[in-house]
């Protein structure tokens, strides 16, 4: 559809992972476009993998609850915890066709600003949409940090975590893991169980999240866990409440965020690491180099290791300026801190009509935007700011 058809009030959602179709499935009078390929960042995650949030905190977002992770399982697999990958996958898309079936899979190669205070798409097959509002809930994969010293280092020899859907080229393989959170101790993990000869390598030692009465369940337990179970107890009721968050110092924010996701793994992940795979705590990588094809690397501690590849479980660094098809002069106008954009409470950005969901608004609104149980608060007050909800 070329331009000119589309009337200003279009809302534009960018992106269909838990964020954009809670999002979309709450703008009911005003059905957006929804442009990205639903879940497709968890659809390239390795298989064997399993969800570290708990069954309460992995449901997307309707206004009715009537498409939440209870409602899609049956008796047999329902609360079943770890939640298989596949399980959450097959559950987004089927959310994706019960809430928002009219999703376009198409990528935007360019958001800009068009005449008149709207937006313009630019779509990768060659369509050009207008806006008058966008939501962007791209996730974060775009934002992998690598450290320095990995950064010249060729795929072959380095690579993020995230890199993988599969790690089974790696039999047989000398495998260092840097990091000790859970996208780091579950990659080493699932090496090892392919067949690789792995060692963690960590700054800090690697800390398993004890939920002493968690599982118990009962009144007790739902008094220490909020059902969003982002922070440790005490910390998780501040950050369940992201538009109280909102308003504490930056400073408060931001320690609050430290702690609540500190690197540590899941209890259900332990069993396949302790006692399996080698652990270097305490020390770090400081430099790589390639030595034909395996790389040298030196721990802050003076040793050396020689391994095949280097994988880095190092995370993720939202950053408003890499978002890749922002175009300059709209960059320009979001004002960001931090690389974070400034939002309001309806998630907008400086930019009129410009919302930011998921990791970007963690600045803003805390930890839990990191996380799929942060998407109900972003899809209500997003759809608040457009009129759907009171
Ligand atoms: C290994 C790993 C494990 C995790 N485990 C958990 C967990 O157990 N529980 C939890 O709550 N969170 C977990 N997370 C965090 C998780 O990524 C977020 O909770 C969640 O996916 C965020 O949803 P989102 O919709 O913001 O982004 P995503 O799920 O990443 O979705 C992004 C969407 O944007 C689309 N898109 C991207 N670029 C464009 C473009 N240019 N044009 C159009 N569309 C585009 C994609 O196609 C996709 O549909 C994990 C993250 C990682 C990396």
Request: glycine share 10%; proline share 8%; aromatic share 8%.
């Amino acid at each position: 559809m070329m331009a000119s058809e589309r009337p200003s009030k279009t809302v534009a959602v960018i992106g269909a992972g838990p964020y954009g179709l809670s999002v979309a499935a709450h703008l009911r009078r005003l059905p957006p476009v929804v442009l990205g390929e639903p879940m497709e960042s968890w659809r390239a995650m390795p298989a064997p993998m399993f969800l570290k949030s708990v069954w309460s905190a992995s449901s997307l977002a309707d206004p009715d609850g009537r498409f939440t992770l209870d409602r899609y399982c049956d008796a047999s697999s329902r609360g079943r915890e770890p939640i298989p990958l596949e399980m959450f996958v097959d559950y987004g898309r089927w959310f994706q066709r019960q809430a928002v079936p009219d999703v376009d899979p198409t990528k935007v190669i360019r958001l800009g600003l068009a005449d008149r205070g709207r937006f313009r798409l630019e779509l990768e097959d060659g369509r050009v949409l207008e806006a008058g509002t966008v939501v962007l809930a791209t996730g974060i994969r775009e934002f992998a940090y690598l450290p320095e010293f990995a950064r010249s280092l060729p795929g072959s020899l380095a690579s993020h975590t995230g890199d993988h859907a599969s790690f089974s080229r790696f039999r047989g393989c000398r495998v260092a893991v840097v990091g000790a959170g859970q996208s780091a101790l579950e990659t080493a993990a699932m090496l090892a169980e392919e067949g690789a000869d792995v060692e963690i390598i960590s700054r800090r030692s690697v800390i398993w999240i004890k939920r002493v009465l968690y599982a118990r369940g009962g009144p007790i337990s739902r008094l220490l866990y909020p059902p969003t179970d982002v922070g440790p107890p005490g910390l998780n009721w501040i950050c369940a409440a992201p538009l109280l968050m909102s308003r504490m110092p930056v400073d408060i924010r931001r320690k609050i965020e430290v702690r609540s996701t500190r690197p540590a793994g899941a209890q259900w992940l332990r069993p396949r690491v302790d006692g399996r795979i080698p652990v270097t705590e305490g020390v770090e990588v400081t430099e790589a180099h390639p030595t034909g094809r395996a790389l040298r690397l030196r721990l802050s501690d003076g040793t050396v290791r020689e391994v095949d590849h280097l994988l880095l479980g190092t995370g993720y660094r939202p950053d408003v300026r890499k978002v890749p098809f922002l175009d300059d002069e709209l960059r320009k106008r979001v004002r960001e801190a931090d690389g974070f954009p400034v939002l309001n409470q309806w998630f907008e950005s400086s930019v009129p009509g410009l919302h930011f969901v998921g990791g970007l608004a963690g600045r803003t609104f805390g930890p839990i935007c990191r996380f799929v149980a942060g998407a109900r608060v972003a899809a209500q007050q997003v759809s608040r700011r457009l009129g759907e909800l009171n």
